[in-house]
């Protein structure tokens, strides 16, 4: 199961929302050619992306930033640009434009450190927007716990899209990460899942100050946990193509 969007639009243009999304895109296409060579993507990742065991020798501190910015293939990418399009356009109505740039390049950084302290030996280039994009959905979970999100869920042949409450959903995730943390050697390829943890943390943190200034429990009560927006409505529409009957 995966979101496939909320039922609450932001009151604002996202401008920031937009613009990472833009940016990842556009870092990706400017090497995604360098994919069809093991030899020269792994080259480009050794410059690029975060390796731990480079950052222990004091070297590759720049990667922390910039592995923000790079996937490892069109999946990694449109997953991660979904899941930032979905939660990010109501944090950074709550927070500004400025803040929210502040706030995910910080969740992103911490993630980046979360994983290198859990395995700081490890040769294995890190790249992906996740851990930023975990911050924004630990805040999305501390200020909307119950904002409507649609879930598409795939059974073999069964495709059904069922609206949950954003805390079941992110709630999901986030035990999902832990159990994949505890399950994976840290030093491992694949995926970085104490990035995750870390960047949810982070974020559900750097949240909290927000949260408090808003009133806490009363902004709970003000908004029922949702955006302070009305709902989008989502419905199916007849089609417009007549129908011909069988004779």
Avoid: C
């Avoid at 390796?51 to 990667?63: F, H, K, N, R, T």
């Avoid at 059974?155 to 059904?160: A, D, E």
């Avoid at 949260?211 to 009363?218: D, E, N, V």
């Amino acid at each position: 199961m995966f979101p496939i969007r909320d039922h609450n639009p932001s009151g604002r243009t996202p401008f920031v929302t937009y613009a990472l999304i833009v940016a990842n895109i556009g870092v990706f296409l400017s090497y995604w050619p360098l994919m069809q060579s093991d030899q020269q993507i792994m080259r480009f990742y050794f410059d690029w992306a975060l390796i731990p065991a480079l950052v222990s020798e004091g070297q590759g501190w720049g990667g922390f930033l910039t592995s923000m910015f790079l996937h490892g293939g069109w999946m990694h990418l449109l997953g991660n640009m979904l899941f930032l399009f979905i939660f990010g356009d109501n944090m950074e109505d709550e927070m500004g434009h400025v803040g929210f740039t502040l706030f995910y390049l910080a969740a992103g950084l911490g993630a980046g450190l979360i994983h290198y302290v859990s395995a700081p030996g490890s040769p294995v280039p890190t790249v992906g927007a996740s851990g930023a994009i975990a911050g924004v959905m630990g805040g999305y979970l501390l200020l909307f716990p119950k904002a409507k999100v649609d879930i598409l869920i795939i059974l073999v042949i069964i495709f059904r899209i069922i609206p949950i409450p954003a805390w079941i959903m992110l709630g999901l995730w986030f035990a999902m990460q832990v159990f994949g943390g505890f399950g994976t050697a840290p030093d491992e390829g694949g995926v970085a899942y104490w990035a995750h943890v870390g960047g949810f943390a982070i974020g559900l943190a750097l949240t909290l100050p927000l949260w408090l200034r808003l009133g806490g429990p009363a902004f709970w009560n003000r908004t029922e946990g949702h955006p302070p927006h009305p709902d989008a409505k989502y419905r199916l529409t007849r089609t417009n193509v007549p129908k011909v009957n069988r004779k």
